[in-house]
């Protein structure tokens, strides 16, 4: 079992910067990949940031403007956000998975967090 708590989520302007974390505890075999996903309303939940075997993912619209990267005991995940766009305004979770390279893909995720709201004004 593996448990996720995410902080840091808030309101900022255009181009602005914000930076995620993820509190994790649990079982070290629970979290082969770890990643940051995110829903906006009426959206289906996408991946954004994906980390393992120290392999970083990224979606195309995040790439260059997003980082994820983990504490050295790995019980803290990160996600820097500069250039924030209102386009980047959602929820968002953080998650890992019992296997490597799982990717962006939401459905290869077992244990998720509660979630953190970013909103992005124009």
């Known amino acids: 079992q593996v448990e996720l708590e995410e902080s840091g989520g808030g309101s900022v302007e255009s181009g602005g910067s914000l930076k995620l974390s993820c509190t994790i505890s649990g079982s070290l075999y629970g979290r082969y990949s770890v990643g940051w996903f995110r829903q906006a309303p009426g959206r289906e939940r996408e991946g954004v940031a994906s980390?393992?075997?120290?392999?970083?993912t990224y979606a195309d619209s995040v790439r260059g403007r997003f980082l994820i990267y983990q504490d050295n005991n790995q019980r803290t995940l990160y996600l820097d956000m500069i250039g924030l766009r209102p386009e980047d305004t959602a929820v968002y979770y953080c998650?890992?998975?019992?296997?490597?390279?799982?990717?962006?893909?939401?459905?290869?995720?077992?244990?998720w967090g509660q979630g953190t709201q970013v909103t992005v004004s124009s």
């Open positions: 998650a890992t998975s019992e296997y490597y390279s799982r990717g962006l893909d939401p459905a290869q995720y077992k244990y």
């Open positions: 980390l393992s075997l120290s392999k970083q």
